[in-house]
């Protein structure tokens, strides 16, 4: 792990970027995109893609795709003792909420502290739509001094803080898949691909995979690679767990989304054998942008190149860097390797 992957780690969770509101991470991504490939390219919902050409006539197109949104909050209503009322954009629970400090983001680009307040009655009932958000102001018009509107966004604050092999942060769902193009992109840099490589972020997943349903009408793929971010499942401290930081590239053979291409995932499985990645067989009952990438139009194989997480939409989401490096020598392996034959045997392994 280089201090540049960090760097570019720790730049990118501490983005605010809520679903619909994604500019900020594709300026950054945009950043690191232009160097490293032949143009940058957007849907008309904001989805950013580098691409990268083979140069060949009529050449087959592999989608990368990430998503740069995050879960969070809207200002719904800010009240006369300067209380802000919200609701969730995404799925985030209660009891991820109250007390949590929050940086909510102004139309102007202002960023503010705040925290989640509510009384106790409130908390005994369990009732989170009736929490607020406390700026520190005593009315409704110091509130409004600040620049702050109905419709502004907010999200859970979470340093960037390495601990060990570990780093707590929050948005890795799914700014964990944002890094990793950047650094595909830039280790594919002086390959010769066989196919034109569109690689890049999608927006809009957290609210109903908006973003990936576009770009997938925007680039017509004839494969498909997910990157995202899952919630591990290894609390209990049982082997027998489903999902467990450290152990490598998640190998996810179902979720609610995807009944995933069976030849796809035998040479996810099989890279990681001939090169010693560390894998670990995965599934559970959410789902990706692969939903919609695998079934537009007469459709293509997608695969999930994933890693998990312990505390998935909290402000303390924790990944392992082992893992992290595993998906990527994973994911590169998978694309430096790939070619126009095995595209076409990937479409027939289903048939």
């Given at each position: 792990m280089t201090e540049k992957t960090l760097e570019i780690m720790k730049e990118l969770t501490q983005i605010v970027g809520i679903s619909g509101d994604e500019k900020e991470v594709s300026k950054a991504l945009s950043a690191h995109y232009k160097g490293l490939c032949d143009e940058v390219i957007y849907d008309n919902l904001g989805s950013i893609f580098a691409v990268k050409k083979c140069g060949k006539e009529n050449a087959k197109r592999v989608m990368v795709c990430a998503h740069m949104d995050e879960v969070g909050f809207m200002i719904t209503e800010i009240h006369d003792n300067g209380l802000l009322s919200f609701i969730k954009i995404g799925d985030i629970a209660d009891g991820a909420m109250y007390g949590s400090r929050v940086t909510l983001k102004?139309?102007?680009?202002?960023e503010l502290t705040g925290a989640i307040v509510a009384d106790g009655d409130t908390l005994e009932k369990g009732?989170?739509?009736k929490m607020k958000i406390d700026l520190g102001c005593a009315s409704k018009k110091e509130v409004e001094d600040l620049g702050v509107f109905v419709g502004d966004s907010a999200v859970i604050s979470g340093d960037f803080v390495q601990v060990q092999n570990r780093v707590f942060a929050k948005a890795w769902d799914n700014r964990f898949g944002c890094t990793l193009t950047v650094e595909l992109l830039e280790a594919l840099k002086d390959v010769e691909l066989d196919y034109d490589l569109y690689i890049g972020a999608s927006v809009m997943e957290e609210v109903g995979i908006r973003g990936g349903t576009s770009a997938t009408g925007l680039i017509h793929p004839d494969m498909g690679i997910v990157l995202d971010c899952s919630a591990a499942n290894d609390y209990a401290g049982k082997e027998e767990e489903v999902g467990k930081l450290g152990k490598g590239v998640l190998v996810r053979y179902y979720d609610k989304g995807m009944m995933p291409n069976r030849g796809l995932l035998d040479e996810l499985v099989r890279v990681c054998k001939e090169n010693n990645i560390d894998y670990q067989y995965f599934y559970?009952?959410?789902?990706?942008?692969?939903?919609?990438?695998?079934?537009?139009?007469s459709g293509c194989p997608t695969l999930s190149v994933c890693i998990c997480a312990r505390g998935i939409h909290t402000a303390s989401t924790m990944i392992d860097l082992h893992d992290y490096d595993c998906a990527k020598e994973a994911a590169y392996k998978v694309l430096s390797e790939?070619?126009?034959?095995k595209i076409e045997a990937f479409k027939a392994s289903n048939r």
């Open positions: 102004t139309r102007e680009g202002k009732e989170g739509k559970n009952m959410e789902q990706t942008d692969a939903a919609w990438i695998h079934k537009l139009f790939l070619n126009e034959e």
